[in-house]
């Protein structure tokens, strides 16, 4: 189980609105100090902080790029920024302007839709994706289709294997990254604005921007599904600072009332020890209805807290952060929806991350098991150690270790191709031991020869070195035996 990453960001001063004084102190890149007009601290940790020289790119990078990778591996994501009104949600998730064309202004929209087609693009000819996007936004506790107006009370509905689903909402299929700017922008463009004394064009709507990534793997006739959803949330406003009457005061009403839902959701997720209370009040709201499968675990969520960095909005910063201080506590199990046939539509299945990992490891493991087949089980521990200390391959005594260590890591595309790298290289070393291995024959048989050639030469010179040493034994036997005699007859002679 995955807790849902939580960041937060604060936004530069607003000369406007904002007084001159600082409510944080930073400590490091995951915790800081907010002190409030009362003087009273306050400490915070959270998965990473982004201060207020912090860059778009670093958000993108660290929140949402991770669940844009994993929506294209058929795993749902959400990205959601919550926070006070006038706090930076709508800048990160769309930047100055969704069409923006300075890079360091760029949001978290055209980032990843940059990101799916990159994503797409670099994938084989086995393998062909289509995108899909929807916009819908929540005004009035009603559900708008951006790309329909006609389609003002979207009905939500909940389908066994598919979660949470809009009923009859538009889905445009995007072929490029530019026609997918032109959606998101004229959908923006249908969008709840209105002018309040904090923020001059401040989102009267939460609206959610829907990717469908659907994946077909030609060659195993498999369709799966990842459904990655960006929520721009309305901001929390006292409607005494931001001067909200009429209209504007109604809409503040009905925002606060949705994201009191969201927080009550989010407290009865967090009330029970394990995460489950008796009664989850999604049905509360349409934003918590629509938000179910990415609070209720099936979804890989991210949230980012928007606050402002100034003492006047302490009050307000701290209730953004206690909110996302008890996010931090809801987990997800997540799973990939996937189809096995394409001519059954019944079989659509939901796999664990476990099944998951099983799965896109398959073809890998067919390779091992191949060479496994082929090769002695000498040669095999001689790779397996190679592999061990290149770190290619996990040690096997470490492999319970390793799995409960990577419980919700999820196959990125660049995993797997670290995984197919590995593999190659696995058999290229494989040919060049076994070139090694039939040149250390041959020159051991070489050896072989030169060995017997010598042992055979020993042999002879051995026999031969015996033979002399015969016949030099003979020939001191025949002078000792000469000599003897003389120094007989020596003897004889003088007697006589
Ligand atoms: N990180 C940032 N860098 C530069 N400007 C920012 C940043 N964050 C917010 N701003 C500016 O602050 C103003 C308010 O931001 P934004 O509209 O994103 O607030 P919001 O949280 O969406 O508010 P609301 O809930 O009212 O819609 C905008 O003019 C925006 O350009
Ligand atoms: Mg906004």
Not at 374 to 382: G, I, V, Y
Request: glycine letters at 6%; proline letters at 2%; aromatic letters at 6%.
């Amino acid at each position: 189980m995955a807790h849902i990453c939580v960041c937060t960001r604060f936004r530069p001063l607003n000369s406007k609105i904002d007084d001159e004084s600082i409510c944080i102190s930073r400590s490091d890149s995951q915790s800081f100090t907010l002190k409030d007009e009362k003087d009273e601290q306050y400490v915070f940790s959270f998965d990473k902080v982004f201060y207020e020289d912090s860059e778009q790119a670093d958000v993108y990078e660290f929140l949402a790029r991770p669940i844009v990778r994993d929506a294209v591996n058929s795993i749902n994501g959400t990205i959601i920024t919550y926070g006070q009104t006038g706090a930076g949600k709508t800048y990160t998730m769309e930047g100055g302007n969704i069409l923006e064309t300075d890079d360091r202004k760029k949001g978290l929209l055209p980032r990843v839709v940059d990101e799916l087609f990159e994503a797409i693009n670099l994938c084989g000819d086995t393998t062909t994706y289509k995108i899909k996007l929807s916009m819908v936004e929540i005004y009035m506790e009603r559900v708008r289709d951006l790309f329909d107006l006609s389609k003002d009370n979207i009905q939500i509905k909940e389908q066994k294997g598919h979660g949470i689903l809009l009923s009859g909402v538009t889905e445009m299929l995007i072929s490029d990254g530019e026609e997918a700017l032109k959606f998101l922008s004229s959908g923006i463009a249908n969008r709840a604005v209105g002018e309040t004394q904090m923020n001059m064009a401040s989102s009267r709507s939460h609206c959610i921007y829907i990717f469908t990534v659907q994946k077909e793997l030609t060659n195993e006739k498999r369709v799966s599904t990842g459904k990655l959803v960006l929520v721009d949330l309305a901001g929390s406003e006292k409607v005494e600072k931001t001067g909200a009457e009429g209209r504007v005061l109604e809409e503040a009403k009905t925002i606060n009332k949705s994201l009191s839902a969201l927080g009550n959701v989010i407290n009865a997720l967090t009330s029970s020890p394990h995460g489950k209370a008796n009664h989850i009040p999604y049905r509360d709201s349409k934003l918590t209805r629509i938000l179910q499968d990415a609070l209720g675990g099936s979804s890989h969520t991210a949230l980012l807290c928007c606050c402002s960095p100034s003492l006047c909005n302490s009050s307000e910063s701290l209730s953004t952060l206690r909110f996302g201080a008890r996010a931090k506590h809801i987990k997800a199990s997540l799973r990939v929806s996937c189809k096995e046939d394409m001519s059954d539509k019944n079989q659509e299945t939901s796999l664990s991350p476990n099944d998951m990992k099983l799965k896109v490891f398959d073809p890998h493991q067919r390779i091992l098991k191949k060479l496994k087949e082929k090769l002695d089980a000498e040669t095999l521990n001689l790779i397996e150690e190679e592999f061990v200390v290149d770190g290619l391959l996990s040690d096997p005594s470490l492999s319970e270790e390793v799995k409960s260590n990577h419980e919700g890591v999820f196959m990125a595309p660049e995993t797997i191709s670290a995984w197919k790298e590995a593999s190659n290289k696995l058999v290229e070393t494989i040919v060049e031991l076994e070139k090694d291995n039939r040149t250390l024959k041959d020159e051991c048989e070489v050896m072989k020869v030169e060995y017997d050639t010598m042992k055979n030469v020993n042999r002879f010179l051995k026999a031969k070195l015996r033979k002399a040493y015969a016949y030099l034994l003979m020939g001191w036997g025949f002078c000792l035996l000469g000599f003897m005699c003389l120094y007989l007859c020596m003897i004889v002679s003088c007697i006589l």
